[in-house]
């Protein structure tokens, strides 16, 4: 018996050697996997495998449950994806698209300040750079990353405010940082959040893949 995780990120060659070894009657094969992260190329993903693995399966089992998301942002991906009318749509010929059900309920998972439940999902845009950073309004990578970092600490802030208390969950117990994440796409850009956010106050640690004997802490108790 064979179980492959993360089958999405299998390509064609892999699959094939998956299916040629393990895929026989005197062998059992199972494949566990997001198909809509089939589409992730750059991560070597093919989602001709994904069809392919498909059609070869005798069984189809799936989780019908999210535990993760507010039941409202479930209730909306679900409305996105599964309307004809909707630019998103997937027909069940191609990828298709099986609506879930949301496994907690609102009062497990809202956050609240005043008697007001907060946005489950906020979308925020540059403005326009200064002109004397760029006459067309562009921002250079550095420029908008420090911009984007001063906002998320800011709006970090205004979360933990004591004095205008954001409760979570169905307990109501007050927001706290480790409810917090912020996610980014390399260890450098996780060391300056956690510089900017400890330099306001916040407590703060990283998930990388650094070394503890490579870290600043490190080095100081080497030091003691």
């Given at each position: 018996a064979a179980l492959i995780d993360e089958f999405q990120d299998t390509d064609t060659a892999q699959w094939s050697i998956f299916q040629g070894v393990?895929?026989?009657?005197?062998?059992?094969?199972?494949l566990i996997?997001?198909?809509?992260?089939?589409?992730?190329?750059?991560?070597?993903a093919d989602i001709h495998s994904y069809f392919q693995a498909k059609e070869a399966a005798h069984r189809l089992l799936t989780l019908e449950k999210n535990y993760r998301s507010h039941p409202l942002l479930v209730a909306e991906v679900n409305r996105l994806f599964s309307s004809r009318e909707r630019p998103f749509y997937f027909p069940e010929e191609t990828l298709g698209y099986r609506p879930?059900?949301?496994?907690?309920?609102?009062?497990?998972?809202?956050?609240?300040?005043?008697?007001?439940?907060l946005?489950?999902?906020?979308?925020?845009?540059?403005?326009?750079?200064?002109?004397?950073?760029?006459?067309?309004?562009?921002?250079s990578s550095g420029a908008a990353g420090e911009r984007i970092r001063a906002f998320a600490v800011a709006e970090t802030l205004r979360l933990l405010d004591p004095a205008a208390p954001v409760l979570l969950g169905?307990?109501?117990?007050?927001?706290?940082?480790?409810?917090?994440?912020?996610?980014?796409?390399?260890?450098?850009?996780?060391?300056?959040y956690r510089r900017a956010l400890a330099e306001a106050g916040i407590p703060a640690v990283l998930s990388s893949r650094e070394s503890v004997f490579a870290t600043e802490d490190c080095r100081e108790l080497l030091m003691v």
């Open positions: 393990f895929g026989g009657r005197d062998h059992f094969l199972y996997g997001d198909p809509k992260q089939a589409i992730y190329k750059f991560r070597g879930v059900i949301a496994a907690r309920g609102e009062q497990d998972v809202d956050l609240v300040r005043d008697g007001h439940s946005a489950g999902m906020v979308y925020c845009t540059l403005p326009p750079a200064p002109e004397e950073k760029d006459k067309n309004g562009r921002w169905a307990r109501r117990r007050p927001l706290c940082p480790r409810d917090i994440a912020v996610l980014v796409r390399s260890n450098s850009q996780a060391e300056e």
